[in-house]
C-alpha cells in the first residue's frame, strides 16, 4: 500500500496549493495533527493544528497570507506507513508582494489510508534524521 501512500501525500500537497480545501480534507483523518515548522520555531508545541478544525484554521492563514502558491517536490521517500517529501514552495505576500521560496520536509505518518500525522521541517537533514534515515 506504500505507493497508495506516496500518491495520496502528493495530492494533499497539490490540493494545498491549488487552495482545494475539500479535497485536502479528504486526505486526512478527522483526529489528524498537524505540525507546521514555521509555527512550530515561533510558538512551540501549542501551535499544533489538531484535526480538520485545526487544518482550516492553518489553510485559511496560509491562503489569506500568500497569493501564487506553488510547490515543486524534490524528493520523495517511501517508507511504508511513513512517507517523507522534501520540497520547495513559492509564493507572494499578499498585499507586500514580497516572494516566498522556502524549502521544507515533511514527514507524513498514514493509517487506513488517511494522514494521521504530518511533521514538518525547514531541512531535509532533519526530516531524514527524525526517521532514521542518513542523508
Known amino acids: 500500500m506504500s505507493q497508495e501512500n506516496v500518491d495520496l501525500v502528493l ?15 479528504a486526505q486526512v483523518h478527522p483526529n489528524a495533527e498537524y505540525r507546521a515548522a514555521t509555527q512550530q520555531a515561533i510558538e512551540g508545541e501549542g501551535s499544533v493544528f489538531r484535526g480538520h478544525d485545526g487544518l482550516r484554521r492553518w489553510f485559511g492563514e496560509l491562503h489569506d497570507l500568500y497569493e501564487d502558491l506553488g510547490s515543486e517536490t524534490l524528493e520523495v521517500h517511501d517508507l511504508g506507513d511513513r512517507v517523507v517529501v522534501v520540497f520547495l514552495v513559492r509564493g507572494r505576500g499578499a498585499g507586500s508582494g514580497v516572494t516566498l521560496e522556502q524549502s521544507l520536509a515533511q514527514v507524513v505518518t498514514l493509517r487506513d489510508g488517511k494522514v494521521m500525522e504530518i511533521c514538518e521541517y525547514f531541512s531535509r537533514h ?8 542518513p542523508e
Open 11 to 25: 495530492q494533499m500537497h497539490t490540493a494545498v496549493m491549488e487552495g482545494d480545501l475539500e479535497a485536502l480534507l
Open 126 to 133: 532533519d526530516a531524514l534524521a527524525a526517521v532514521g534515515l
